[in-house]
């Protein structure tokens, strides 16, 4: 294999590595479904939807670092009612899970937007749900409310629209890998989406939001605030895709050609638009953060090191190929990449009499060398 062709398949067990499982998927489901015919339920006197967000909709979730971290879902309630105070909205929905003898033990303290539920140890996630209802507009939008400094606001957002604009661009690829039936609906309550298969966009979108969060792994609180956020890394590469790329192509692309996606105002002001909004700017605080638009481009120079220019296949031998791959994607993610290639490929990729096992997630393991990576 080609040095290009091996990187990116072994970027594709990553991203795959990184996916939720099975199990997780299901649970989440389920306790996704029964939130919502709850809320459904109590507030039948109102035409009410219910259905997913981010990155578990558009298929980009990832796995924690740590097994002791949570995966974040995130659901929309959108109550279809004029509410003309956002508090009165925000707190409709508050109050029934307060009143509700299984989810008010576990409920969070308010957020900005969402009221949040922490499952029970060993379920892996918490829920957030965000209030909205309606704009009046025939385009999905949404007001969501927003609480600052004690006080209550409409915001406006898209996430089905983002959502139907992000599955469009991956069609012609689908079409490529497999029938897609991803897109359920019950009613009013809409079932998580499980990618099976995943596309590149997908792939690599959840590779370069891993690289970002070991980045930050050890940031402190301040430089954390500064952290890229995934729905300007989302839109960046959705932009650019085309359904043709590999992940190699793709991330390429993505460190070169950002800024072709990014305008600048006269003033000077970054704009990274909504495709499904013109008035909205993912990169609005960039202006009143500068450190944020610093943090960003940062982020990329030491991503186009990490995966293009000082790539893992530069290294010297499996060691530290495989040290340099745990230091960019986590331990633990990369000693289980390495497992299943084994098992899967030992009789193209491994001697079998000399067989390394690289099960440790310290970057100080040693192993024996062999063909792993084929040439």
């Known amino acids: 294999m080609k040095n290009k062709e091996i990187i990116n ?95 008010s033990k576990m409920l969070q303290p308010e957020g900005k937007r969402c009221w949040t539920l922490k499952y029970a140890d060993g379920s892996h996630f918490h829920m957030d749900i965000l209030p909205s209802s309606p704009t009046g507009k025939l385009d999905n939008s949404i007001k969501i409310t927003h609480k600052e400094n004690e006080k209550y606001e409409f915001r406006i957002s898209n996430p089905q629209g983002y959502a139907e604009w992000f599955d469009k661009l991956q069609e012609s690829e689908r079409r490529k890998i497999f029938s897609t039936k991803n897109a359920m609906f019950s009613n009013k309550v809409e079932d998580l989406k499980n990618y099976n298969v995943r596309t590149t966009l997908q792939k690599t979108i959840q590779l370069l939001k891993r690289h970002r969060d070991i980045k930050y792994l050890n940031a402190n609180d301040s430089e954390r605030d500064n952290k890229p956020i995934s729905i300007i ?50 990169a609005d605080k960039w202006s009143i953060y500068p450190e944020r638009k610093e943090a960003f481009f940062n982020w990329i120079n030491d991503l186009k090191r990490d995966l293009i220019i000082n790539n893992f296949m530069l290294k010297e031998d499996l060691i530290e190929k495989a040290n340099f791959l745990k230091s960019i994607f986590g331990g633990e993610t990369i000693s289980k990449v390495f497992e299943k290639r084994e098992k899967e490929n030992s009789k193209s990729y491994i001697k079998r009499d000399n067989i390394a096992t690289l099960t440790s997630t310290k970057t100080e393991t040693k192993v024996k060398e062999h063909t792993f990576f084929g040439n």
């Open 233 to 282: 890394i989302t839109t960046l590469v959705g932009k650019m895709y085309t359904g043709e790329e590999s992940i190699v192509d793709l991330i390429l692309k993505f460190t070169n050609d950002y800024m072709k996606y990014i305008d600048i105002d006269l003033n000077g002001n970054y704009i990274i638009q909504n495709p499904v909004d013109n008035n909205e700017n993912f």
């Open 9 to 103: 398949e072994i970027y594709e067990n990553i991203a795959d590595e990184l996916n939720i499982s099975d199990s997780i998927f299901e649970s989440a489901s389920k306790s996704y479904k029964a939130l919502g015919e709850y809320l459904e339920s109590k507030l039948e006197d109102y035409k009410v939807e219910v259905f997913p967000q981010g990155s578990m909709n558009l298929g980009t979730l990832i796995k924690p670092i740590s097994e002791a971290d949570d995966y974040d879902l995130d659901a929309v309630c959108k109550v279809h009612n004029s509410f003309n105070d956002a508090g009165e909205l925000k707190n409709l929905i508050g109050d029934i899970l307060k009143k509700s003898e299984r989810y």
